[in-house]
T-cell receptor, first 117, second 110 residues
């Protein structure tokens, strides 16, 4: 398996622009997670899906952020409008099953490094 | 809450042993995960502990004390490639999230 695939790897955009990050989880994994990592705050969970359904979006910072999972093999995280404080590395991860600790080993994609100018 | 506390940085010599500590304060705690993250790369899974005691996986071992809210990762026979950040994360049934600490940077020197 190719692992979790994220695109783009790097994104530079101007404040106010829309940003869309993409993720393909590992085939057969039922749970998908979006994280943001910064030096100040570390690795923070934004939202996770189980069987394509959003379960917990309490980490989504504000209404400018939205995430979708239209099918088992694709998810997007959208920021509209983007702001400089959104600059961070965004990781997508997947696991077999979020509800079972032994099956919740999360495998991370390579991340998207976002810079908002 | 799920406050995760890790010291920030340590330096160790190649071939040595280093212990990375992690304390957590959480109710409903059910397990503790360790991840390794090289600079500019994604976190990769190392191990997890559910029960008290030591879990050994080659050069890496992880220990858990549920009563003390404490875990450590032991890295033996350090190699240069072990230079990385090591993150601990607690798992709580109910919210089914991994709450990550900020990580401990280990620098291995010759």
């Amino acid at each position: 398996d190719a692992g979790v695939i994220q695109s783009p790897r790097h994104e530079v955009t101007e404040m106010g622009q829309e940003v869309t990050l993409r993720c393909k989880p590992i085939s057969g994994h039922n749970s998908l997670f979006w994280y943001r990592q910064t030096m100040m705050r570390g690795l923070e969970l934004l939202i996770y899906f189980n069987n394509n359904v959003p379960i917990d979006d309490s980490g989504m910072p504000e209404d400018r952020f939205s995430a979708k999972m239209p099918n088992a093999s694709f998810s997007t995280l959208k920021i509209q409008p983007s702001e400089p404080r959104d600059s961070a590395v965004y990781f997508c991860a997947s696991s077999l099953e979020a509800y079972d600790l032994a099956k919740n080993i999360q495998y991370f994609g390579a991340g998207t490094r976002l810079s908002v100018l | 809450g799920q406050n995760i506390d890790q010291p920030t940085e340590m330096t160790a010599t190649e071939g040595a042993i280093v212990q990375i500590n992690c304390t957590y304060q959480t109710s409903g705690f059910n397990g503790l995960f360790w991840y390794q993250q090289h600079a500019g790369e994604a976190p990769t899974f190392l191990s997890y502990n559910v029960l008290d005691g030591l879990e050994e996986k080659g050069r890496f071992s992880s220990f858990l004390s549920r009563s003390k809210g404490y875990s450590y990762l032991l890295l033996k026979e350090l190699q240069m490639k072990d230079s990385a950040s090591y993150l601990c994360a607690s798992f709580v049934y109910g919210n089914n999230r991994l709450a990550f600490g900020k990580g401990n940077q280990v620098v291995v020197i010759p």
